[in-house]
């Protein structure tokens, strides 16, 4: 693991999600910028002192050196860090994690998957919300053409934490900061995962976006509320709202996908249901372990109906998928099937362009801007 | 009672609706524009003879000269025709309560606006949904500054009666032709009630819209999906979505208003519920009826808590409200504080500058289109 | 109308109810124990000064004495004052509207089910929650045998605002008061509803009850919490909890009942829903205006699917069925079918019984009491 | 780990949950009646041979022996298999985490009691539902008096995977055979969760109970169905309701509990939330993770507001708290106060004294039963 060290939120999420199904093992890392903390933090984790290393480049180095080492490295460092240790394993040769959005800026996106294609090493991005169970089942109806052609993709992200200034705390400071987020506040932050989430479930291309951002903080220097339409590549239309001010909400991801014949709305504060509503029947509530599920929901479920999965569990199937992939690639075998949406470094590249995209859009008084010459 | 004949859908409502609270009694009507079949409806009824009009004119004529003429004129015919009864029981010294939208134009709006100005008649627009409790329960939190400078407006109405095609239904038919709905399909039909019911609740006057229209379903000459931004004067900032192919929704009607200290959200289809959250605390589920309201709801209320009211309710609070209006009227007074957000002719000029400006928008790539200057 | 006046709460709701749907029109009345208000809040109603009567004994006999006297007698006093007036009416050879409880005991329940037996007169029960359109189709759904043999029917019925004494409160004062209200307290206020209502729905017979009945507030004479099991002739069981005592909770009645091959869900407070599961499929949300609901749920709706109808609508829907019964009635003619299930006298012995039985039962420490015994 | 071979639910869960949070590591087990299956099992699981052992007596020997022997061991085998493999390592000094009921029948019980009190070992009963941190909370605010003095307790915990005959299956076969499963069907496997539940949030004891059970499934030797009353020592009164066969519930349990002052309500299908109502104040929706909360709760959490937890944190909850109650053990110190709550061997002596109760009293046709002394 590189990053993730003292005061880290999504580190310690990393590696309870890992260790849920018995996976992954968690031998060496780079905890953080300070070599002394970054050796201090691996031994309180219990790792080996060789292998609780000062920065990561070191680790990259000595890690590919060792006849046991790692097979995979999680980066779940802010989003200006993900680059340069994401090259540095990838050119050791070794399969990489890594936590979104892939870069702070497309060429950097280029870059790695340039080397991805070079490599032929696995790579995945953690858009975590693609490993529940009903997401993937939603995704099955759509791929499975139950919705019929589909017209109004909605997707909101809203949250509330960053309603005012949070001086002092270090999960605010970073995300505001453009050194270490990136040109894109909500945008980079949550609004990326709304956009991957609504590409993931409808299987279709966002080709155009027309953005308005808002810093409603004063003193913020990145947006804290992004408000978007989105043109798909099969003439769907839809609106993107992502806001970290948005009182009441904490971590209101909500997608609804409305096709001709069908609709479907999944809320990931109530992971385990999906709504879905064929024209002229009264709707259905899908759920988890329910009646009814494809082979994507049941091969991503742990539990009974009624036994709530959450979060981890979720973000822990992105794990068990990666090891999958892993395991495929040192077999010398193409992923299998179910494994094609799982997010990688093209997901990556598409999910910087939107965020260049946007920011050029807002910047522009809301003009459109094509994402496929952004991502070119 | 202009409008509202055999087959027609809202008029049955208005009459449901001013029956309720015994403030109105049904007593003249002029009810299809075929003469024959408007007095058989009257006669339907149970009015007299000689009330039982073949035409507005007549009506308008007639019900001025008689000593017991009629108090007030509903006005409830598609779109198009609005204006022309509008304008004649103006003219002739009635006041009127009027469908929405105003007219399909603004040049007719400014028309009524001035005749209204002229005459000082009281005229009502039914933006019924302006009457439920807990609505004025959230205009009157955001009046009393509770929420806080408003950041964010998020508007959406969302139904799915009109996502195939309807060849012989009535009301798809008119709503979808230009001649008898105007400009806009979902827009005039109702976005125009979201728009309204945005600023109804925040108080705050839209300055500007930038919009995409869609039709969906083949052969439509109407918008049957909108998604538009709004900019408001005094710095919020907002999306708004209008579908009629949304599947799965039936009258989804939704306001999210955030400001910097609290935030509340009210659904239509569950009218009697508001929830509010204040940065910091956990949120509330106000309801009607229960502790904690403001005047503002419990005089709109009817029934203890838990006894829930409806569409019905709300709207027979605009024609409770009318009542009132037209009694203070005849007393040469100024019309009670409590009615100063009764939506009249002035929102009736703002919700046609907006659906005009929403198509202009549409028509130029989304471009932001000024509000004040269409409803100039 | 009789009852109904100053301070009262369910007369009001008879009246709008009556009005809703222009079947009904408020004649004559005595609206108070006191002479002089009884005809004074009947003045201020609008009614004739001679329809506006001292007692009801005077109006019985006077408008039974009319060419044009009331179609029927809307009763809405405290429990203990309905047999009398009932009786009278009935034997003035008036239909009769009643409150429910029917009476205070089971004699005068009985007397009263023999003169309507022999005079042959229209007597509906206002079991208001029977009114429903999504409890009509719930009863359809059990009648056309769709969830199979029923296994379990829970039902419950949650208030709060009895939560501590409200000294002085009329409403309070006369439910708890046994000289007025009878032997039971939420009991007979609220308990029997449920009751009603899960034989309504079901169908089926209850054949015995065991009860549990606690006064929670200091100074109470009557029950403020009832639990309840009871056994069904046909081999259901079911639990029934009644409180007044239950603090969150408004007017929250809810049954669910429970069959070998699908089950159903509804509340009171979202009454335009109904929750339906088939074993093995995913559970669906039908819904008032909605597809695939049966001629009864729509005979008894007023708006499309949506629009929010309330408790007035439901209240109103007995009047409108009042209405049907009686012009059979006039007619000579049997009720139509659609009416077999409106609540009459026999549905208010049943009620009486269960008040009766149940107080039995919580005196003998939860020992089973038949209730076709107490009924008989 | 003793039990949860091939084919077993909890067996997975329990290991799942024992690993999240990093407290735990599985070394050893006895996963089934079948030496060669058992064995085979834990070599599937990566475990040593020489600690992938044929029975458990053969393991709580050999691991008493070993120097680096097992911590505790946890006990995941059907009802009836609880007793011998908790006493014997009870007997060879190993601390125990033992699946709930505790025993079969009272007498076994009360041997562990005393077992555990002449031991002095760590026994952790695991009631998981008790490990949600909103359950903490709730057992906070009434341990708090916040809800003033409890009135009334309702459970429930509706299930519907039983509500047809299972053949084949193995955990439905267990689980209706009086041999593994004990005396009570739903009442051993789900209402003595919601037994527990109902004490651990109250804090209160119940001191008799009054119940009905059913056999819904034809064929079927245990109850699907239980109905019961509950009397608590301090006043309170409650209904339980335990059903396999309630269509559309899959793992119901809900808590309402009502005090003089005010009152909450919780189910485990959305354990992240709690409603929380004060007489007279607006209802409140509590969440996991949220402002306003406990320690308790707060001690309890992984990740903020909106990133959904479930069962397996709440269980992995009692598995982290066993851990600092092992190392309390172990440094010879007393339990801190914050697991005063946690499910132990005393908690198992009261449901079973609870299923026997009920069974009792369902035979006598609802009569009170005292469970304490069904307990003595």
Not at 56 to 76: H, L, N, T, Y
Request: a negative charge; proline letters at 6%; glycine letters at 12%.
């Amino acid at each position: 693991m590189v990053g993730g060290g003292e005061g880290a939120f999504i580190g310690a999420v990393h590696r309870m999600a890992a260790r849920l199904d018995d996976r992954w093992t968690l031998v060496a890392g780079a905890f953080s910028s300070d070599p002394e903390r970054s050796r201090a933090f691996g031994l309180g984790l219990g790792l080996d002192p060789d292998r609780s290393y000062g920065d990561f480049a070191e680790m990259a180095r000595a890690e590919a050196a060792r006849p046991d080492g790692i097979d995979a490295v999680a980066i779940v460092t802010p989003n200006a860090a993900h680059f340069a240790p994401a090259r540095a394993f990838l050119e050791a040769g070794v399969a990489v994690i890594c936590d979104k959005p892939l870069t702070t800026g497309p060429a950097e996106a280029k870059a790695l998957s340039d080397l991805v294609a070079r490599t032929g090493l696995p790579f995945v991005l953690t858009h975590n919300y693609s490993g529940y169970p009903m997401v993937r089942h939603a995704r099955d109806l759509v791929a499975r053409g139950v919705l019929g052609p589909i017209r109004v993709v909605q997707a909101e992200y809203a949250q509330d934490w960053l309603a005012r200034d949070l001086p002092g705390n270090r999960q605010a400071d970073w995300r505001g900061d453009p050194d270490k987020a990136g040109p894109g506040g909500a945008l980079g932050d949550i609004a990326t995962h709304a956009f991957h989430l609504a590409a993931f479930v409808t299987g279709e291309t966002p080709s155009a976006v027309s953005a308005e951002t808002s810093r409603f903080v004063a003193g913020r220097r990145l947006d804290d509320d992004v408000q978007a339409r989105l043109r798909w590549a099969g003439g769907a239309r839809g609106q993107l709202w992502a806001s970290q001010v948005a009182i009441g909400a904490s971590n209101g991801l909500r997608l609804r996908v409305i096709g001709a014949d069908a609709a479907l709305d999944w809320s990931q504060e109530e992971p385990d249901y999906l709504r879905f509503a064929r024209l002229g029947e009264a709707p259905q509530v899908l759920r988890r372990g329910g009646p009814g599920l494809s082979p994507a929901a049941e091969g991503a479920t742990r539990l009974p109906a009624g036994h709530p999965e959450g979060y981890l569990e979720g973000f822990a199937q992105i794990y068990a998928d990666a090891a999958d992939l892993l395991l495929a690639h040192r077999a010398g075998q193409a992923p299998p099937d179910r494994l094609s949406g799982l997010p990688g470094v093209r997901e990556g590249v598409e999910g910087v362009a939107f965020i260049t995209a946007a920011v050029r859009s807002a910047a522009a008084d809301g003009a459109w801007i094509s994402l496929s010459e952004e991502a070119a």
